[in-house]
């Protein structure tokens, strides 16, 4: 059985932990047997980006809001994804009190001219955040509108000074057990790490999200800084992030190494390519937690309706090669 096979289990819904989980262990048998040609091969580097598009800027700035109606703070609070406090979509909204947001400290290097370690005040100053309102797509298969507050990603990066060796950008979440109670179970290999090609990471629509409905971020939600990348399914949005490194080469992204075949380094959200094990070319809208968590289904759009202010990026990319 090849591990393609292997992880082909069918799913009653996207989001059943039981499904993960004989996922895990079918792979981790396979791994014993042998069957697996796992070995530290080096990945290939993603396409490099064709050059810049200029995008005219009333039509960029329309990509900061939406008139969606909003998910409510209490969905947004309470149904999350946030492994290192449990794998069940409560689990992180009670879990997550024991993590500490303050003094927070982020470490800024690889190449660039002026790395260091630095405080988040520091880290932000000068920076008013914004507010930008934006459909957060879950690879699984459910959707939120969310106002997030937080600044552009670029804006904190150039004051790093990147060099022209920075191709891509590598995010690292903390991983502390002692404040982190689901780092005790091997369901990624932590600490969780993301990354995005340089000009995705300088794409104006990128933020570094410091909020939520105007008010600072909720522990559950990834405090006190989350990548947030509106174009791309929401696990590349990295939480409670501790690093960010400029690299030249496709760094180590979680859940591609997980299984590469079901979640791409882009993962740019797409309704033309599914994954293995379901369809991508729906999703349910979250609206009211409890016996009526999930209102009816809508299309998926491609780059998640952020195709006028991203498509250019991926120009002559084949988005089934390079999920
Ligand atoms: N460190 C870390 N970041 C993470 C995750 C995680 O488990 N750990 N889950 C990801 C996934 S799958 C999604 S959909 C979003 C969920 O963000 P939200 O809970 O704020 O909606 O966070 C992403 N960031
Ligand atoms: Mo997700």
């Not at 937690?289 to 998640?304: E, H, M, Q, V, Y």
Request: charged share 25%; hydrophobic share 40%; aromatic share 10%.
């Amino acid at each position: 059985m090849s591990l393609r096979d292997a992880l082909r289990i069918p799913a009653r819904d996207v989001t059943d932990e039981a499904v993960y989980r004989d996922r895990r262990r079918i792979v981790a048998g396979l791994a014993a047997s042998g069957a697996l040609g796992l070995s530290g091969c080096a990945k290939a580097d993603a396409p490099a980006a064709p050059p810049a598009a200029k995008i005219d800027p009333a039509r960029m700035r329309a990509g900061f809001t939406t008139a969606e109606p909003r998910t409510t703070w209490q969905d947004a609070t309470t149904y999350n994804n946030f492994y290192e406090f449990g794998t069940g979509k409560g689990d992180p909204s009670k879990a997550a009190r024991t993590l500490r947001t303050r003094p927070w400290t982020v470490a800024v290097g690889g190449h660039c001219a002026k790395p260091g370690r630095i405080g988040l005040d520091d880290l932000l100053q000068g920076l008013t955040p914004q507010e930008r309102v934006y459909r957060h797509r879950c690879v699984e298969g459910w959707s939120m509108v969310i106002p997030w507050l937080g600044v552009p990603l670029g804006d904190v990066l150039k004051r790093f000074k990147p060099t022209s060796k920075a191709k891509y950008v590598a995010f690292t979440t903390l991983a502390d057990r002692a404040q982190m109670p689901g780092l005790g179970y091997p369901a990624l290999d932590w600490p969780y790490r993301e990354g995005l090609r340089i000009d995705e990471a300088m794409h104006p629509l990128t933020l570094l999200a410091t909020g939520l409905y105007g008010k600072p971020l909720p522990q559950q939600n990834g405090a006190p800084l989350r990548l947030i990348v509106p174009w791309k399914y929401g696990f590349k949005g990295v939480k409670s992030i501790v690093a960010i490194t400029l690299v030249e080469h496709l760094p180590f992204t979680s859940w591609n190494d997980q299984a590469p075949d079901e979640y791409g380094f882009f993962s740019n959200v797409n309704p033309n390519v599914d994954h293995p094990r379901w369809s991508q070319k729906t999703e349910r809208r979250i609206a009211g937690t409890g016996s009526k968590l999930f209102a009816d289904r809508i299309p998926t759009r491609l780059f998640n309706g952020y195709a006028e202010q991203v498509g250019s990026m991926y120009a002559g990319l084949d988005l089934r090669k390079w999920f």
